[in-house]
């Protein structure tokens, strides 16, 4: 069964830089692509950054530049560092993987940045 665990996230002050980080109790091989999502209070679930099987690396435009999607594959992670922190990206931060249609969501980790 797939499971993806989020850790990572916290309260910083704004230009302030955290790293998210999923472990995958399974190869993360097998999925089409691994991406974070988020989600403020009162808004929709968004897609911040992508890093699909072979592919390559997609960013939400409110987040080039400051932030960065990895993977280890070894360790079954894929990370997210956050640089730059602004106040407007304090959300809920979840991990997302695709495999052939089939979504899978992790438990969410809270990001908080203050100004």
């Known amino acids: 069964q797939v499971q993806l665990v989020e850790s990572g996230g916290g309260l910083v002050q704004a230009g302030e830089s955290l790293r998210l980080s999923c472990a995958a109790s399974v190869n993360i091989l097998i999925f089409n692509s691994v991406a974070w999502f988020r989600q403020a209070p009162g808004n929709q679930r968004e897609l911040v950054a992508t890093i699909p099987n072979g592919g390559r690396t997609n960013y939400a435009d409110s987040v080039k530049g400051r932030f960065t999607i990895s993977r280890d594959i070894a360790k079954r992670t894929v990370s997210l560092q956050m640089n730059s922190l602004k106040p407007e990206d304090t959300a809920v931060y979840y991990c997302?993987?695709?495999?052939?249609?089939?979504?899978?969501w992790g438990q969410g980790t809270q990001v908080t940045v203050s100004s």
């Open positions: 997302n993987a695709d495999r052939y249609g089939n979504d899978y």
